[in-house]
């Protein structure tokens, strides 16, 4: 969906409660932003119960939000907020944007690989990441966000989204090159 | 800073689209000081690219979110929160389940997997399979590569240029409109598109075998700098001809390097891959068809006579409008832009 769609879609919603507008976004939405509430929150059902709620306020307040926002970073920075209180009163202990546990990339050992497991190789060692590093990958790499946007709304400093991608890349050939010139 | 961390650097500006020109040149230096590098970033870059497209959720969630948002919704009896959660946590089991059963379904057995790529009109592709050939492909194609421990099978429509690594005990076979040509360690062109009558295939180096789906005893053994075309799909094969492009003296095959791309840029069949769009007599309703896949246009005429002006050149770097500009200098027609499509006339209707 892109952004024009996205900005034509919204405002119906705003200005005439078109619900088929509505449910369009959603259709959209709603699994990028489970698996994104999934990295933050840690689990599936919880990201689930995140986003469900985000939609439920995003039609409430849709009167009150009417064009004063883009709407993609809206909904991922209310995903974010909604993960990290979620977080917060179930007192789970999570180690964000550590590297130490990152496990080492295994060295695979396939002389000929397909584009299809060379694919299930990658997607395996994204992850494989660090949660934060994970994220600001997906965001870049998935939904398009520039730095400056993945930064606002992850609340962290563009130099350390760079960082973090810059990571993730040196980690992805490293795997690539595993493939390609598997130890004996 | 260490070259290796410079290019991660440099891989990531390129690939998140924030990379400058000076970057690009920096990249480019660095990826010819380390030529090993070239692959595994074309195929991450090729993995950047292919995002896995997210389904939909589940159509009931819908109803039961906005059953929540809009309490005055007119909704069978009153659902809780938690009521809702459990529902679509059930959906979601029933999902997994019934992916399961497609992807136990549809995996193929063994180790064959199956890579397709294809091209747009005004687009061309260059990657390197698994075996460490390379192909080029052409805009509006199609090729679906099959390449496991025992075969390399290709079935292309469209045009192709294959650089294909040696590997004699993997036959490399490529299938385009009932023509099969089966290569060992050579590079060599492929022309097939739909709606074209014969498939032609052009040999630069090695030995191809070419032969039809219907007379797999009868082959053709092409050399260096032969062209064959053949209709696969006749009731009878048409008698084939083989056609010499360029004489080569003797011994001259032995003195190329093997390693460097042969892909003849002085060669109408595979000035292609170079970039060059070359024609040689050709009318202009054929050469029409050739724009529209070079340039992703849709060229139309209005009047018949420019149909059948013949023309020869070459074309690099030019517009489709420069192009049809420099095509105006030795044959008389008009032409109309209309975003994509392009309409041809002849200069004596209009006034």
Same mark, same amino acid.
């Given at each position: 969906?892109?952004e024009?769609e996205?900005n034509?879609?919204w405002q119906?919603?705003?200005?005439?409660?078109?619900?088929?507008?509505?449910?369009?976004?959603f259709d959209g939405?709603y699994?990028r932003l489970v698996r994104?509430?999934?990295?933050?929150?840690?689990?599936?059902?919880?990201?689930e119960?995140?986003?469900s709620?985000?939609?439920?306020?995003?039609w409430k307040?849709?009167?009150q939000?009417?064009?004063?926002?883009?709407l993609?970073?809206y909904?991922y920075?209310a995903?974010?907020?909604r993960?990290?209180?979620?977080?917060?009163?179930?007192?789970q202990h999570?180690?964000?944007?550590?590297?130490?546990?990152?496990?080492?990339?295994e060295a695979?050992?396939?002389?000929?690989?397909?584009?299809?497991?060379l694919?299930?190789q990658l997607?395996k060692?994204v992850?494989r990441l660090?949660p934060q590093?994970?994220?600001?990958?997906?965001?870049v790499r998935?939904?398009?966000?520039?730095?400056?946007e993945v930064?606002?709304?992850?609340?962290?400093?563009?130099?350390?989204?760079?960082?973090?991608?810059?990571r993730?890349?040196?980690?992805l050939r490293?795997?690539?090159?595993?493939?390609?010139?598997?130890?004996r | 800073?260490?070259d290796?961390?410079?290019?991660n +650097?440099?891989?990531t500006a390129?690939?998140?689209?924030?990379?400058d020109?000076? %970057?690009?040149a920096?990249?480019e230096?660095?990826?010819?000081?380390?030529p +090993?590098q070239?692959?595994?970033?074309?195929?991450?870059?090729?993995?950047?690219?292919?995002?896995?497209?997210?389904?939909?959720?589940? %159509?009931?969630?819908f109803?039961?979110?906005?059953a929540?948002?809009?309490?005055?919704c007119?909704?069978?009896?009153?659902?809780?929160?938690r009521?809702m959660?459990y529902?679509?946590?059930w959906y979601?089991?029933?999902?997994a389940?019934?992916l399961l059963?497609l992807?136990f379904l549809f995996?193929?057995?063994?180790?064959?997997?199956?890579q397709v790529?294809?091209?747009?009109?005004g687009?061309?592709?260059?990657?390197r399979?698994?075996?460490?050939?390379?192909?080029?492909?052409?805009? %509006?194609s199609q090729?679906?590569?099959?390449l496991?421990?025992?075969?390399?099978?290709l079935?292309?429509?469209?045009?192709?240029?294959?650089?294909?690594a040696p590997?004699?005990d993997r036959?490399?076979?490529?299938h385009?409109s009932?023509?099969?040509?089966?290569?060992l360690?050579?590079?060599?062109?492929?022309k097939a598109?739909?709606?074209q009558?014969?498939c032609e295939t052009?040999?630069?180096e090695g030995?191809?075998?070419?032969y039809a789906?219907?007379?797999?005893?009868?082959?053709?053994?092409?050399?260096?700098?032969e062209?064959?075309?053949?209709?696969?799909?006749a009731s009878?094969a048409?008698p084939?001809k083989?056609?010499n492009?360029?004489t080569?003296g003797?011994?001259?095959p032995a003195?190329?390097?093997v390693a460097?791309? &042969?892909?003849d840029?002085?060669?109408?069949?595979?000035?292609?891959?170079s970039?060059?769009l070359?024609?040689d007599e050709m009318?202009f309703?054929?050469?029409?068809r050739?724009?529209?896949r070079w340039?992703?246009?849709?060229?139309?005429?209005?009047?018949?006579?420019?149909?059948h002006?013949?023309?020869?050149g070459?074309?690099a770097g030019?517009?489709?409008?420069?192009? &049809?500009?420099?095509?105006?200098?030795?044959?008389?027609?008009r032409?109309?832009?209309?975003?994509?499509?392009?309409t041809i006339?002849g200069?004596?209707?209009?006034?």
């Amino acid at each position: 969906m892109g952004e024009a769609e996205v900005n034509t879609l919204w405002q119906a919603v705003c200005e005439a409660d078109d619900q088929s507008a509505f449910r369009t976004l959603f259709d959209g939405f709603y699994l990028r932003l489970v698996r994104f509430a999934a990295d933050l929150a840690g689990t599936r059902e919880a990201a689930e119960e995140i986003v469900s709620d985000v939609f439920v306020q995003l039609w409430k307040n849709r009167r009150q939000t009417a064009g004063v926002i883009r709407l993609k970073t809206y909904l991922y920075t209310a995903v974010r907020h909604r993960s990290y209180n979620y977080i917060r009163d179930h007192q789970q202990h999570r180690w964000l944007g550590l590297d130490s546990i990152e496990e080492p990339a295994e060295a695979v050992q396939l002389p000929s690989l397909e584009w299809k497991e060379l694919q299930q190789q990658l997607d395996k060692a994204v992850d494989r990441l660090s949660p934060q590093c994970r994220t600001v990958f997906r965001m870049v790499r998935e939904e398009g966000f520039k730095y400056k946007e993945v930064a606002a709304i992850l609340d962290i400093s563009p130099r350390t989204v760079e960082t973090q991608l810059v990571r993730a890349v040196a980690r992805l050939r490293e795997t690539l090159q595993a493939i390609q010139h598997p130890v004996r | 800073m260490t070259d290796e961390q410079r290019l991660n +650097e440099l891989i990531t500006a390129r690939l998140a689209g924030t990379i400058d020109a000076d %970057g690009m040149a920096e990249l480019e230096s660095l990826l010819q000081l380390y030529p +090993e590098q070239r692959a595994s970033f074309s195929l991450l870059h090729q993995y950047w690219d292919a995002v896995p497209v997210t389904g939909q959720p589940p %159509g009931d969630l819908f109803r039961d979110i906005m059953a929540v948002a809009e309490p005055a919704c007119p909704s069978p009896g009153k659902i809780t929160k938690r009521g809702m959660l459990y529902r679509f946590r059930w959906y979601w089991g029933a999902a997994a389940v019934t992916l399961l059963g497609l992807f136990f379904l549809f995996r193929p057995d063994g180790s064959a997997y199956e890579q397709v790529v294809r091209t747009a009109d005004g687009e061309r592709k260059t990657f390197r399979l698994a075996d460490a050939s390379t192909v080029h492909l052409n805009g %509006g194609s199609q090729l679906r590569c099959v390449l496991n421990g025992s075969r390399r099978e290709l079935w292309l429509e469209g045009e192709a240029y294959f650089e294909v690594a040696p590997d004699p005990d993997r036959p490399f076979v490529v299938h385009a409109s009932g023509v099969n040509i089966r290569a060992l360690g050579t590079a060599f062109n492929v022309k097939a598109y739909h709606g074209q009558p014969s498939c032609e295939t052009t040999l630069l180096e090695g030995a191809v075998e070419v032969y039809a789906d219907k007379t797999p005893d009868s082959r053709i053994r092409l050399r260096p700098y032969e062209k064959v075309s053949m209709d696969g799909t006749a009731s009878v094969a048409a008698p084939v001809k083989k056609i010499n492009l360029k004489t080569i003296g003797a011994g001259a095959p032995a003195a190329l390097p093997v390693a460097t791309p &042969l892909a003849d840029s002085s060669l109408t069949e595979t000035a292609w891959v170079s970039n060059r769009l070359q024609f040689d007599e050709m009318d202009f309703e054929e050469l029409a068809r050739l724009l529209q896949r070079w340039y992703g246009v849709n060229i139309t005429f209005r009047d018949e006579k420019p149909k059948h002006y013949i023309f020869s050149g070459a074309f690099a770097g030019e517009t489709v409008t420069q192009a &049809l500009d420099a095509l105006q200098l030795t044959e008389d027609f008009r032409y109309e832009v209309q975003g994509n499509n392009i309409t041809i006339f002849g200069t004596s209707t209009k006034k």
